[in-house]
């Protein structure tokens, strides 16, 4: 059974840094696959935030480059989300995702399998 496990969640103040990981287990088919970060407020359409293809090409979404950092452990098969200089507007149920039908990594349409999703909320 495929899962998807986020932690690293929280509370901050603007300006502050988080850094999100995301496990997957229970994929065993290929280890090159399509992991990526997205993000819904209450109220929005869930968002892709950062991705990373099949080749390692990495994708942001414009509104956190340059804040976010996206970084992939092959061996350990973890996704990381580095985030700085978090704003308000960041705040959002942040979920993880994995092996994509289509090489689209911010487009959520295209992930098979997701987590649940940890809360990052950031105070002015």
């Known amino acids: 059974q495929v899962q998807l496990v986020e932690s690293g969640g929280g509370s901050v103040q603007a300006g502050g840094s988080l850094r999100l990981s995301c496990v997957l287990s229970?994929?065993?088919?290929?280890?090159?696959?399509?992991m990526g970060w997205f993000r819904q407020a209450p109220g929005k359409e869930r968002e892709g935030v950062a991705g990373?293809?099949?080749?390692?090409?990495?994708s942001y979404a414009d509104s956190v480059k340059g804040r976010f950092t996206i970084t992939k452990d092959n061996a350990e098969n973890t996704l990381y989300l580095r985030m700085n200089s978090l704003k308000p507007e960041d705040t959002a149920m942040y979920s993880c995702?994995?092996?994509?039908?289509?090489?689209?990594?911010?487009?959520?349409?295209?992930?098979?399998?997701w987590g649940q999703g940890t809360q990052v909320t950031v105070s002015s």
């Open positions: 995702a994995a092996v994509c039908r289509l090489a689209r990594p911010l487009q959520p349409a295209v992930y098979n399998y």
């Open positions: 229970g994929y065993t088919y290929t280890s090159r696959y399509c």
């Open positions: 990373i293809d099949r080749d390692g090409r990495i």
